[in-house]
């Protein structure tokens, strides 16, 4: 009788220590806290793609938290402090209203920024090398490559004097690009037109006052909202005949002319690594923001054509890609 009794009173003991232990377990899953302008569905599957190749599995071992501000930018700090307010592990910001809203939420939980020009004159790091925040993440080098974009536009159409800029002056990111975009101007003789463009409904404006003036060149400083309304861009280009080139793949895939730049995609699937690294304790002050080493260069045979525009020999050579 006795026995009986003690081997009922250790298994009540042993499922009462299995409770708290169990409660501990679900609590180690971690956290991440992704936030954005709007979905980009390229991008963000992209990161998914990388947290499935470090062994993470949504909704089982890892848990994130998506907030999305639908293109409302006056929005996206109160995001901010929504995901600092549950709590989460790290965030991964993507898109300079999201990096420049979480910085500001919070100067302890771990920030990823998958993509960013410039994190030093941004503000978002000490260095390349030693970040010395809470931020690390990965810099696209935009600003050095936008150069190139108006070499390469000025290789295609040889005659063209001017090229309109497309840009978000509510972006901090932008304005460092426009700046670099200034400078390799004048080296390269071309004047710009530089157009503001804040909401959707600007482009149709944008692309007319590009038309009065015989313009037929154009470039996008590289901007979330622009990039999701790449469909408008590209109509309005194609309806004036005007070539354009872009800093994503994901412009010319969408009908844009030309592309120069990193693959975007590529470095929101390897801010991953780096969720990865800082779930695993490493401390983002100490993680080197990393820089591009290759470039990508996208001609679109079938815009060409459609825009009555033939890609000199040399160029069409040099492309990494020619869709057609």
């Not at 590529?266 to 983002?284: C, E, F, H, Q, W």
Request: hydrophobic residues 40%.
């Amino acid at each position: 009788m006795s026995k009986n009794i003690f081997s009922v009173a250790l298994c009540v003991l042993l499922l009462a220590l299995s409770v708290p232990v169990e409660a501990q377990q679900a609590k180690k899953v971690p956290r991440i806290g992704y936030l954005g302008l709007i979905e980009t569905p390229i991008d963000d599957n992209a990161f998914r793609k990388g947290l499935q190749d470090h062994g993470y599995i949504e909704g089982q071992n890892i848990k994130v938290e998506y907030r999305y501000a639908r293109g409302k930018v006056d929005r996206v700090p109160d995001l901010a402090v929504e995901l600092v307010r549950l709590n989460v592990d790290v965030i991964v910001a993507a898109g300079t209203p999201s990096i420049d809203s979480a910085k500001e939420a919070t100067t302890t939980i771990p920030i990823v920024f998958p993509v960013t020009p410039d994190p030093v004159r941004s503000g978002y790091v000490a260095s390349f090398a030693r970040p010395g925040t809470n931020l690390t993440g990965f810099s696209t080098l935009n600003p050095v490559v936008g150069g190139k974009r108006l070499e390469l536009l000025k290789e295609v159409m040889p005659g063209i004097s001017r090229v309109v800029v497309l840009w978000n002056p509510t972006n901090s990111g932008s304005k460092i690009n426009l700046t670099e975009t200034e400078s390799a101007a004048k080296g390269l003789g071309l004047q710009l037109q530089i157009t503001e463009v804040r909401a959707p409904g600007d482009f149709e404006a944008a692309f007319r006052a590009a038309a009065r003036e015989n313009i037929r060149a154009f470039t996008v400083m590289p901007d979330t909202m622009l990039a999701t309304n790449q469909t408008r861009i590209h109509e309005l280009a194609a309806k004036n005949r005007m070539a354009g080139i872009f800093n994503s793949i994901n412009y010319v895939q969408g009908g844009g002319l030309m592309s120069y730049g990193v693959n975007i995609a590529d470095l929101y699937r390897r801010s991953a690594t780096y969720v990865d690294k800082i779930l695993k304790g490493a401390n983002p002050a100490d993680l080197p923001v990393e820089q591009p080493t290759k470039f990508e260069f996208i001609i679109n045979l079938k815009t060409a054509n459609q825009i009555g525009l033939t890609i000199p020999p040399n160029v069409l050579v040099r492309a990494d890609k020619v869709i057609k």
